[in-house]
């Protein structure tokens, strides 16, 4: 039997989800519990980066991960073999998570003892854009297959993000994809974002993910 | 200047979504134009896989192409060049569509000689697969990049589409992918759903799919 637990998140009954959100990070503060939201398209990465993460960091922090899923628990079972604690989250087919779903998913984890808690979002480059989840820090993955013009498409996701990850860098001798493209799209965008490319699979990068995942941790709960 | 129109469409008024469904489907019964619903993730190559498509069958009938998106124009400008009729939508911020904004789509692009109308929907896996656009058939990608994992993640998106488009088999040695394994999580879903690997960029496999779209629109202007 699987060691972690599955909760079947309830639909939000806030009125004002900014509010929440806010309110949720003064609490975060208060606990000194960092909490990273990723999200990025279905199959760019989430899960493999981070693996890679929690591996570079789980000597350093006590680290607690979020999987929000529509319905399966595959992502929270690859999780739970780092050794990280991880609770799988069911939206009930809803297609992002809002504050209150993240402090019921906070809530279940419980954070006690959590200082760096990352929360995977739905795969879905819309709708967890227009909804913030109380995170301390917004990262998205962008992944060499999906192509260079995907800022074009979904220019609120690259809007909102402090971190973009380019993921799968290791194929881009056989895409189509141009890392300056790409970064020139972004940039327009969110001229602040931090723009880091990896490899989740080979490790290539992560180090500097790591560092800033870090200095951004530390900074929270230690000030 | 391109020559194609920019239509903002709205949110739909109708109580009913899949009442307003069946009426269209009926109107486009009358009117003999055949539309199919192209949905997947961002970047899984809907529009190359139209490309394809259109010079597939551009000599056997007159096609329509409305590019959903939810602000930029390049999908558009990149059916133009195919010689198709197009009309770019513009969501709004909107995750999908529903009938009633179709609707203002197949008004906008005008599908009086329009006999195969393809709506290349919002890339997202969740909540297009919610709503009933209208069409007379569905189809979605899966490409290869995004993992063999994704049906049991995004059940619903599986399980209402007629035919699965496994894309970019091209780079199979590179990704950690069975077709095999896909096609068996799939059919679990969806017992009666065709499922057809091909390459958009090559061409490889669209001869296959071509002649599936050209049986189910026949089938449907013509009986």
Known sequence: MEGFRVLEIKKSVFES?????DKLRQELKENKTFLLNLMSSPGSGKTTTLKATIAALK????????????????????????????IQLHTGGM?????????QGLQGLDTEDVELAILENVGNLVC??????????NAMILSVPEGDDKPLKYPLMFSICDVLLINK????????????????????????????????????????WADWLRTETRKWIEE
Chains 1, 2 share one sequence.
Request: aromatic letters at 6%; charged letters at 35%.
């Open 169 to 208: 860098i290791d194929v881009l001798p056989y895409f189509d994809f141009s890392i300056e493209n790409c970064e020139k799209y972004v940039k327009r965008l969110n001229p602040n974002i931090k723009i880091i490319p990896i490899c989740a699979r080979t490790g290539e990068g992560i180090d500097i």
């Open 59 to 86: 000597d350093e922090f006590k680290i607690g991960v979020m999987e929000a899923d529509i319905d399966s628990d595959v992502d929270a079972a690859t999780i739970e073999k780092t050794g990280a604690k991880v």
């Open 128 to 137: 967890p854009a227009e909804f913030d989840t109380g995170a301390v820090k």
């Open 95 to 103: 297609c992002h998570l809002d504050a209150g779903m993240t402090r």
């Open 17 to 21: 989800n900014d509010r929440e959100a």
